[in-house]
C-alpha cells in the first residue's frame, strides 16, 4: 500500500530540488548531536514552522528507526489508527512503513486499529517525513494518528509504544507532532503556551491534558505530545529542552492573530 503526499505544494514544496534546498535551509548544521528518545515538532507549513522544526531536527541524532504521532484533525477513520504496512511518498522519494515495528504496536498498544482512512489527508504526521528523510535516506516508520482521548487512555497507549519500542530492540524516535496556541494574539499565545510546555519538561503528562483543558489552550497535537512523554519516560527520559518558540506573527508581521509552535526534545 502507498500513500501519496496529501499536501506537497502546500506545507512543503512539491519538487525533490526545492524541497531539498528548503530543508537545508531550515536544518541548522550542528556537530555534535544528542541522542534523545521523544521529540515535540510543530506541522503546519514550513514557511510558518519550519525553521522551529528544523532547529530540534538539526540538533538530534536520528536514528533508522521512528514513530510519529501526529492529532486527527479530519476526524476520519479509527480514533487510534496505525497506518498498515507500505510506504509513503513524498517528493524526496518514499519511506517505507516497518512491518515489525508495526507488529509490535499492534501487540502491546491498546485501542490501536491499522486504518489508512485516517491518514489519507492528514498533513500532522506528512510534514514531519521530509525531515527525516533529509537525516536518514535508510529511515522506516510507523504512524499513529490519534483523536482525543482522557488521561487513562494517554497513558495506556504510551505504556503500550514503550512496550512495543523497548521489545523491538534498537533505538527509535517517537515524533509528537502538535502545534500550540491558535488564533490568538502573540502575548496570549505565548502565556498559554508557556503553561503547556512547562508541563511538558516536567515530564507531566496527566498535567498538560488538564492545564491545556482548564485554560483553554488549544494546542491540537496535546494528545500525541502526552502519549511520547508517557512513553519516553517508561523508556527512561528524564531530561527535557526547548529548542525553538515562535509564531506565525513572525512571519506574517501579524500578532493579533497568531499560531504558536514549539520544539522540545527530550532524552
Not at 504521532?69 to 519511506?95: F, M, Q, V
Not at 492528514?122 to 521530509?130: A, G, M, R, W
Not at 509504544?161 to 490568538?184: F, K, N, P, Q
Not at 526547548?242 to 506573527?249: C, H, I, K
Amino acid at each position: 500500500m502507498q500513500r501519496h503526499a496529501a499536501v506537497a505544494g502546500q506545507f512543503y514544496p512539491g519538487t525533490r530540488e526545492q524541497l531539498q534546498t528548503i530543508l537545508a535551509e531550515l536544518v541548522p548544521h550542528v556537530s555534535k548531536k544528542r541522542r534523545v528518545l521523544g521529540i515535540v515538532a510543530p506541522h503546519a507549513g514550513y514557511i510558518y514552522s519550519g525553521a522551529i522544526a528544523g532547529k530540534v531536527y538539526g540538533r538530534i541524532a536520528i536514528p533508522s528507526t521512528v514513530v510519529i504521532i501526529g492529532p486527527n484533525h479530519h476526524g476520519a477513520g479509527a480514533a487510534a489508527a496505525l497506518y498498515p504496512e507500505g510506504e509513503w511518498l513524498t517528493p524526496l522519494g518514499s519511506i517505507a512503513i516497518n512491518p515489525r515495528l508495526n507488529a509490535l504496536l499492534q501487540r502491546h498498544v491498546p485501542f490501536v486499529e491499522t486504518d489508512s482512512s485516517a491518514h489519507r489527508f492528514e498533513h500532522s504526521l506528512e510534514v514531519q517525513v521530509p525531515f527525516i528523510q533529509h537525516a536518514r535516506s535508510d529511515a522506516t516508520m510507523a504512524a499513529l494518528c490519534l483523536g482525543h482521548g482522557d488521561f487513562p487512555a494517554v497513558q495506556a497507549i504510551g505504556k503500550g509504544i514503550a512496550a512495543a519500542v523497548r521489545e523491538y530492540g534498537g533505538d527509535v524516535l517517537i515524533v509528537a507532532s502538535s502545534d500550540m496556541t491558535h488564533y490568538e494574539s502573540a502575548d496570549s499565545a505565548r502565556r498559554k503556551d508557556e503553561l503547556a510546555l512547562a508541563r511538558v519538561l516536567a515530564f507531566d503528562p496527566e498535567g498538560l491534558l488538564k492545564i491545556c483543558h482548564s485554560e483553554h489552550i488549544t494546542m491540537c497535537g496535546v494528545v500525541p505530545a502526552a502519549v511520547m512523554l508517557v512513553a519516553s519516560r517508561e523508556l527512561g527520559a528524564t531530561q527535557g529542552e526547548l529548542a525553538a518558540y515562535g509564531n506565525s506573527g513572525d512571519i506574517t508581521g501579524d500578532n493579533n492573530q497568531v499560531v504558536g509552535y514549539a520544539a522540545v526534545s527530550v532524552w
